[in-house]
Antibody
């Protein structure tokens, strides 16, 4: 069965960086892209960006360009999202999801809480 | 401010039917498929509807989706208390080259 398992919760200080991992299993990783979506406390879903599992091409939401880097390790079927220059409003649960198309994602990770606090 | 507009909340009695609207524009809903997600408290979103009106395996036919022009609608019949959750619509925006979501609708079954 398809599973996406994310790394554990993180607490960071403003200005620091965080790198979240998402290990996929149950499907051919290189056949699908991975999207990252975040959800601030009490707020809605916000797309951060996407990375191709096939060739590593990326597409970042304009809001995060210059601060986010997404990578993959196809040998371990793992996607990574690094967010730099963290601010308090980056505090959120970050989800990875398998891209079934540009418009839908059926399989999601369990989420990783990133807390930014001094 | 979300690109797609949903009502903040809807409510209905157990056993009844409810619809949740999602309004967009020609750059998103008007020219792309719409998906719908259910999010129970403290859990990841769950795909209910994709490609406007298709249900993934395991999703009951109480859940349905439709699209007309630049708006989409999620319908839920035979409401159960377990359906209380936040519901989000999502699609691709061709102008932004980005995935966009609605602000979410909280369903209360009372």
């Amino acid at each position: 069965q398809v599973q996406l398992v994310q790394s554990g919760a993180e607490v960071k200080k403003p200005g620091a960086s965080v790198k979240v991992s998402c290990k996929a299993s149950g499907y051919t990783f290189t056949n699908y892209g991975t999207s990252w979506v975040r959800q601030a406390p009490g707020q809605g879903l916000e797309w951060v960006g996407w990375i191709s599992g096939y060739n590593g091409n990326t597409n970042y939401a304009q809001k995060f360009q210059g601060r986010v880097t997404m990578t993959t390790d196809t040998s371990t079927s793992t996607a990574y999202m690094e967010l730099r220059s963290l601010r308090s409003d980056d505090t959120a649960v970050y989800y990875c999801a398998r891209d079934d198309s540009s418009t839908s994602r059926e399989f999601w990770g369990q989420g990783t809480l990133v807390t930014v606090s001094s | 401010q979300s690109v797609l507009t949903q009502p903040p909340s809807v409510s209905a009695a157990p056993g009844q039917k409810v619809t949740i609207s999602c309004s967009g524009s020609s750059s998103n809903i008007g020219n792309n498929y719409v998906s719908w997600y259910q999010q129970l408290p403290g859990t990841a979103p769950k795909l209910l509807i994709y490609d406007n009106n298709k249900r993934p395996s395991g999703i009951p036919d109480r859940f349905s989706g439709s699209k007309s022009g630049t708006s989409a609608t999620l319908g839920i019949t035979g409401l159960q208390t377990g359906d209380e959750a936040d519901y989000y619509c999502g699609t691709w925006d061709s102008s932004l080259s980005a995935v966009v979501f609605g602000g979410g609708t909280k369903l209360t079954v009372v």
